[in-house]
């Protein structure tokens, strides 16, 4: 099966603009969870959805939200981004199914925020 | 929320002895425990996982330990290889969803 894939996997954007990432699930998995990594923060939860509907959120502002389509295909958007937006945006997508909950991640989309 | 607590921050060994990352959690209802890898410049990849109805699980040179009652779970590696030489984040799940709690991350070297 192919991984989970992200575009674009770089990006630069100017204070003020918004952006929007797209994820890829592994064929099959329905559960597709956001991760920002920062050297300063680590790895930390932004959402998760599943079945199109956001089932857990972290502790991010309203500038950060996402969606997820009837093909388990996800976006996360950032408006008006700041610099501290720079980061790794990781997507990682899950099975869900029978207690299976392993994640694999994608390869992360660069944001440069300048 | 959860908290989870990883250490050291960095490690280093000499190629063939073992090393052991240590990791705590504040929440009893977490239920799920994996150990992810990441090198430079690529994704955190799934290395080991414990469940919370497991003490132990092995495979291969590495192997991760769980308990419950201190809320501790450690991944040994044994034997340990240049390749090996790599940031490895403890996580931890529970509660309902798929929310992944990280640690800070440990950066072991491998030294020859």
Redesign the interface.
């Known amino acids: 099966k192919a991984g989970v894939t992200q575009t674009p996997r770089y990006l630069i954007k100017t204070r003020g603009q918004q952006v929007t990432l797209s994820c890829s699930p592994i064929s099959g998995h329905r559960s597709v969870s956001w991760y920002q990594q920062t050297p300063g923060q680590g790895l930390q939860f932004l959402f998760e959805y599943f079945s199109e509907t956001q089932r857990n959120k972290g502790n991010f502002p309203g500038r950060f939200s996402g969606r997820q389509f009837s093909n388990s295909r996800s976006e996360m958007n950032v408006s008006t981004l700041e610099l501290g937006d720079s980061a790794l945006y990781l997507c990682a997508s899950s099975f869900v199914l029978s207690g299976s909950t392993e994640q694999y991640f994608g390869p992360g989309t660069r944001l440069t925020v300048t | 929320g959860e908290n989870v607590e990883q250490h050291p921050s960095t490690l280093s060994v000499q190629e063939g002895d073992s090393a052991v990352i240590k990791c705590t959690y504040s929440d009893s209802a977490s239920n799920?425990f994996?150990w992810?890898k990441q090198e430079l410049g690529?994704?955190?990849?799934?290395i080991i996982?414990i469940?919370s109805n497991v003490g132990e699980k092995k495979d291969q040179r590495i192997a991760v330990t769980l308990n419950k009652t201190a809320k501790h779970f450690s991944l040994h590696i044994t034997e340990t290889q240049p390749e090996d030489s790599a940031v490895y984040?403890c996580?931890a799940?529970g509660g309902?969803?798929?929310?992944?709690?990280?640690?800070?991350?440990t950066q072991l070297k491998v030294e020859l």
């Not at chain 2, 690529?42 to 799934?46: S, V």
């Not at chain 2, 309902?96 to 991350?105: A, E, P, Q, S, W």
């Open positions: 799920y994996p992810y690529k994704r955190p990849q799934l996982d469940r984040f996580a799940m309902g969803g798929n929310k992944l709690t990280f640690g800070t991350g």
